[in-house]
């Protein structure tokens, strides 16, 4: 069994992408968008911050949707969910978008992968929120020590402390579901493990199916290339502040031009049932209807360079 | 039918330089007068570890 390590893709192998593209290209920068929960992502300034600090020092990088995540494009997709989609507005600027994921599980979108850093990660704030509005948080009660925290980390002021009519609990934090946008920053901060997220199966394929239809939006009219690392692949997605042990062995590196063959060539050779351990989440639903809104294809031929 | 690519290889033995040669076709194609967005996620802030006084 390796050891455990922090998991996003080292910028040693980044660096080397970078420069053959910046040479051929007009332009070349990182981009990625500012974050829901509360991190040093959530703000553009600190998010380069740590890009930076984790060794990402080559390159211009933008966080395309602004200091505050407000800087948006709109982008009509005529999905089953949405008309238009809510992108971050330095995207407009380039015509071209290299993607290059980290596969990983992860516990609301069954898997990260291409689609879920172009459809998640390409959204702005109010994007995000829309993707996430598929999950409803719970608190329990009895299990709630009314420490505020969650009140504190809670990016929208969603939750509040409230007396109870629970017996011998006077009071505990309540979540206004109307504010809340399911970021879920608020599970991890609880120090009781009070806060938690229903995982039916109903929220997490909506929120698939929400990543897909924004990933047909960031993408649509642009010349794009995937590259999926199969390598270090952990249970938990890069987001998490904590090192993690790989699931399985490594596999390799993916390329294509088709961001639902890439993924579906990634979970076949990694095998579905790795990121179902625990969750009877399908994580091909997001690849499922990928497919059915035209951003790309299931079938594919596997070519071994 | 969509094509793709895989490269195999391991954390540990993954060469930067080679990983770059392998994409170099896919990347020539692409890049060629373009104005370019690599799309990444950066990782979170590591944690800092206070030594125990």
């Known amino acids: ?305 | 039918m969509a094509n793709v690519y895989l490269w195999k290889t391991d954390v540990d033995s993954i060469d930067p330089e080679e990983l770059a040669g392998k994409l170099e076709p896919f990347l020539e194609d692409f890049s060629k007068n373009r104005r370019i967005a690599l799309k990444m996620h950066f990782g979170e802030k590591k944690k800092q570890h206070t030594p125990k006084t």
């Open chain 1, 1 to 305: 069994m390796r050891k455990k390590s922090n998991t996003h893709l080292k910028p040693e192998w980044i660096e080397p992408i970078y420069s053959s593209v910046a040479e051929k290209s007009k332009d070349c920068v990182l981009m990625d968008c500012t974050v829901l929960y509360n991190s040093p992502r959530a703000l553009a300034s600190s998010h380069i911050k740590v890009a930076r600090d984790n060794g990402f020092n080559f390159a211009p990088i933008v966080i395309a949707d602004g200091e505050r995540g407000r800087e948006e494009m709109m982008i009509k997709v005529d999905g089953k969910i949405f008309d238009e989609v809510r992108v971050g507005g330095a995207l407009e600027d380039y015509d071209s978008l290299l993607v290059v994921s980290h596969m990983t599980g992860h516990l609301g979108a069954g898997y990260g992968g291409a689609l879920k850093n172009v459809g998640m990660g390409l959204g702005n704030k109010a994007g995000k929120m829309e993707m996430h509005k598929a999950f409803r948080l719970k608190i329990r009660r009895r299990e709630c020590i009314a420490c505020e925290k969650c009140v504190e980390d809670c990016p929208v002021d969603a939750i509040k402390i409230k007396s109870s009519r629970i017996p011998g609990i006077s009071e505990s934090a309540n979540i206004d579901q109307d504010r809340c946008v399911g970021c879920g920053g608020c599970v991890g901060t609880c120090p009781e493990g009070a806060i938690k997220i229903p995982w039916t199966a109903a929220p997490r394929k909506e929120l698939q199916r929400r990543i897909a239809e924004y990933a047909k939006g960031a993408l649509k009219d642009k010349n794009a290339l995937f590259i999926n690392f199969l390598l270090n692949i952990t249970k938990k997605c890069d987001c998490v502040n904590e090192k993690q042990r790989p699931m399985t062995d490594d596999i390799g590196v993916l390329i294509s031009n088709d961001p639902v063959a890439v993924d579906q060539a990634s979970l076949d050779l990694i095998g579905k049932r790795t990121f179902q351990l625990r969750e009877l989440i399908d994580p091909e639903i997001q690849i499922k209807h990928g497919e059915k809104i035209g951003l790309g294809e299931r079938k594919y031929e596997l070519t071994e360079l």
